[in-house]
């Protein structure tokens, strides 16, 4: 298949919905078919207790509510932590049924930690029981091979998304079920002095799972930034390495690929992590409601204009998207493209103003951008485009800035409770927290995320918030 693209209207235009024309994510029918296998599984463990019921006497299935009620979110997490919900267990059986058996199994365990305080309120006979958690795994089983069927038999698409790309070079023959997207007339090229064209790149690739990029020797360092920032399994083609007996990467078997980037988070961590984010934020928006209001009143009332500002950021996989804040500057001088950095004793500030950037109130209609999904609680701050350190741009400074992108931006990160936040007027400033944000991405766990929420308390009102 080759794959083409619709081009912006000009070459340094930021095109919103910047899309290719022949490429679909596969994303969404994943999703779907994780929720098709986890309702087939409910189902089949309904069944197995409601078998019970039938062979128990004195057993009615009116019963079987509360242990259902317990059986089926734990099934579900322990299906979770098992991989049973990844794309690997849809593609191969065997996958699927391991990783089934071993959530079945941890879920057995769990349960019979309460199954003393089972048998007191719900007789079970031990024969029904073992009977029916034999017909609950067996009818597991049996709904996986069937969506095996459906995934290789019926779907009409992939349910992994591949592109090659060719980026100067002849070698135009795709791995199997790859699909080729050719740089050169589509007007792409890696760069790592261009956020627009990283984040043209971007709208296209960051829709996909699996990247085997071609391209000569001298480009190969470049790709390898962009597809770490993709936040996507990616590799680069090396084809003098095919003399040299390699092992196969499993991007594309059979050819001498060099891994260079994979996703910083499952797909179980970033539904661990997102659930999270909403656990957090929404309570929070709805005890701050009144609290926003008023500082919204006391923004208005002491100089014109709007309340929340906003400003271009670079976010996840260096996609564009609006950062919200309350107005802390006078409108005529507010920097729409954050060229300045804001300096201790900086006349833009109005008097409200300093008073919510030194208390960071200013940062919770942040809130809002966690809510629409562009950032998370907790990841690397998210910079304007034109931000700069010593009079040079941040990824002028340091090549590795673009590698920070491979994760969603958050309002709180490792940099900021380590100290290293507000301007950055030295390239050091930004060093340290490229340091952190990196440390961050590759060290990330939902306690992670955790002790960095509960460490951002101490850092609230901070002597560099300013």
Known sequence: MYLSVDKADSPGEVVTGYRPSNLRSSAKLRFVLYGITAITDLCALASGMFFVAGLSQGLHAADLWLPLAFTVPIYVICGLFAGAYSHEALVALHVSWSRAFKGFALTLLLGMLVVGAIQQSVPMPPRAAWGGMALALFLVLAGRAAINVVVHRVLARPIISRVYVVDGTDLRDAPPGYTLLDCGSTDLAPSCSDPVMLARIAAILSHTDQIVVSCPPERRERWSVVLKGLGRDGGIL??????????????????????VSKGPLSLRNRVIK???????TVPILIALAIPMAIVALLIRLDSPGPVIFRQKRIGQHNHMFEIFK?????????????????????DRITTIGRFIRKTSIDEIPQLIN???????????????????????????????????????PGITGLAQVQGYRGATERKEDLTHRLRADLAYSTQWSIWLDLAILLRTLRVLVHQNAY
Request: negative net charge.
């Open 326 to 346: 309350f107005r802390s500057m006078r409108v005529e001088s507010c920097d729409g493209d954050g060229a300045r950095s804001t300096g201790r004793d900086d």
């Open 370 to 408: 966690v809510l629409l999904g562009d950032m998370s609680l907790v990841g690397p701050r998210p910079h304007a485009v034109q931000s700069r350190a010593q009079e040079l741009l941040f990824w002028e400074i340091d090549n590795r800035y673009f590698l920070r992108h491979a994760i969603k």
């Open 274 to 280: 997102r659930a999270l984010d909403l656990a957090i």
């Open 238 to 259: 090396v084809p003098e390495f095919g003399n040299l007996g390699m092992q196969y990467s499993s991007l594309a078997p059979g050819y001498p690929v060099v891994l």
